[in-house]
């Protein structure tokens, strides 16, 4: 008696076959996105009268914007102190976070009293933390920093703890069935296990930091992407604010694909994932 295939199930809402950005898509799209931004602007602006031609951001303005920016080097420079701060205290944000989130997975009383703590504070927005900066540091690089360290390293604390905590049992199990202990044990089988899931927690707590870098450099008068970004609000340039604004995400992205992506993909290939 012969059976009948069983009948292939479509999501109605999905594809069975995820297809891929290609570059020309990517060119079309933002043309696009482009297009229908320069018309809305043109209709509130020159047709409907909605808004202010100064108080709305166009694509012209932003573009002429850059090549004022550009000229000498002003915007590179804002751009190359901001990766700067914002490196140096994700570095030490990482330091931090790795040593708390180690204290509170092999200390219980910090587990059950000290986490809870930390999932609150993380809730903060980074602003938060610019006016202790700025008493304790002053106006300049160093509470930027500090800034950024608060604002990312309660992040990979939790994601440190979270990665180790979610290792399957059945890894460790094994391991320890095959006489592993001790160093080996944690070089060989729990870090390998966790540092998916690591990765995953740093690539938040870079966003995080970015986001804290930009809190902190909008209050204070170093050069920076926020400081930049208060210059256009203070000169009433909307296209210099537009301008910054896409900068910053465009960096964000940038690092996020070209840094986290690629670490992340080369971890998960490694391991037949």
Known sequence: MSRKPAAKVVMPFGRDKKKKATPLGYVLFYVIIIAIWQAVWYVGTMVFDIW????????????????????????????????????????????????????????????????????????????????????WFGLTAQAIIFVVVMGSMFSIALSVESSVRNINPIYVKAARTMGASGKNLILHVIFPA??????????????????ALMAGEVMSAAIGLGHSLVMGRDL???????????????VGIVIDKFVFSLIEEKVLRKRGL
């Open 52 to 135: 202010k031609p100064y108080a709305f951001p166009n694509p012209k303005g932003v573009f002429i914007s850059l090549l004022q920016q550009s000229q000498g080097g002003d915007l590179l420079r804002a751009i190359g102190f901001s990766l700067e701060r914002a490196a140096i205290g994700f570095a030490v944000a990482i330091v931090c976070g790795v040593i708390l989130g180690l204290l509170i997975m092999n200390i219980g009383v910090l587990a059950r009293y000290l986490k809870p703590m930390i999932l609150g504070i993380q809730t903060l927005p980074s602003i938060c933390w610019v006016p202790f900066a700025i008493l």
């Open 236 to 250: 009433a340039d909307i296209n210099q604010v537009m301008l910054i604004m896409i900068i910053i995400v465009i």
């Open 194 to 211: 966790a540092l998916p899931n690591f990765i995953a927690g740093l690539r938040q707590g870079w966003s995080f930091g970015w986001r």
